[in-house]
DNA sequence: CTATTGACGACAT
DNA sequence: CATGTCGCCAATA
């Protein structure tokens, strides 16, 4: 039986805009991104995809909670607290290739909330 | 309360 | 296409 997943402690310690952020981000699909503006969006702040950035940074369930399925609004990598190799890794595991930096096929594999 | 920071975005160069 | 500048926002010092 996993143990943690259900309610992380770290998790209680974080503010409501990080907690509505990371509870967002957990419907994105295996295979499929979104992006940090998008995900400002969803969470009624459409001006603050770069919070949302920092928001992501503090991530204490990280890979469970798919943080690194946002990328940027270009489709460009965007940041990863384990190291970029390590999100691309993710990533491709889960069959969305990244190239020179870039999602491949960004407009198929984008996600819309 | 003000200042600084940072997994961003739009635009100019 | 790559890099720099500036604006925006929430968290933190």
Known sequence: M????????A????????????????????????????LAR?????QAARAVGNALHKNPCAPAVPCHRVV???????????G???KIAL????????RVGRVQQFGSVLFEF
Do not use: I
């Open 42 to 46: 969803a969470v009624g702040t459409p």
């Open 2 to 9: 996993s143990k943690v997943l259900k309610h992380h402690p």
């Open 91 to 98: 990533l491709s595991r889960e069959g969305v290739q990244v």
């Open 72 to 82: 940027k609004s270009d489709g460009a990598l965007g940041g990863y607290g384990g």
């Open 11 to 38: 998790l209680a310690r974080l503010s409501a805009f990080e907690q509505a952020v990371l509870a967002v981000v957990r419907r994105v699909p295996r295979g499929r991104v979104t992006t940090y503006q998008e």
């Open 84 to 86: 970029s190799p390590k």
